[in-house]
């Protein structure tokens, strides 16, 4: 059933989680440089805060690919599309601004750009190898991080390349 009707810019991605009150957005801009920000929309009121502006990676090449978020915390990643390297970051949030960008963890072209998924108070993200690349027998890993914290675990591996990006459930995920 339909539970609001929102207006947001053309052109901009929406990633909402089941039993939170707010979804990310992936926001395009008008310029080359940041080519998209992060923005928080409000589910009860449908209000879009960007809170962030740009990539936290500071290289030039560097732009925000993805984001989740739930109402503890918000994942995104970043990669460089001219290098092949990929960066995966994690912040706690209030609804209108967020924690100190913390990354945890990065790569290049050997792996592909990890999918995301958050649950609970904790960030979720898979790496895959690159199924054509040098990596592509290595096993493939989901991890996880406490929103605000640098504290990465491997929560499951597998032998070659996952199936499926992990899904929200709200309170845990499904791989």
Known sequence: QLEGEYQLPY???VWATPQSTCAACLL???SASPLTQVGLLSLSDGTCTTVLGGPASQENGFDIYEAACNDSGVIWTEANCLTGQ?????????????GSPVLVDQGESEYEIPS???A???A???VLPDANGT???EDSLLKAATFGQSDVAEM????????TPPYSTGDGIVI
Request: glycine content about 12%; hydrophobic content about 35%.
């Open 116 to 118: 995301i998924a958050v």
């Open 11 to 13: 052109g901009t991605l």
């Open 156 to 163: 499951w591996r597998s032998t070659g390349r996952m199936s």
């Open 120 to 122: 609970g108070g904790k």
């Open 124 to 126: 979720f993200w898979q």
């Open 135 to 137: 990596a592509s027998a």
């Open 28 to 30: 395009p801009t008008d």
């Open 86 to 98: 990929w960066r995966v970051y994690q912040a706690t949030h209030s609804g209108t601004s967020i």
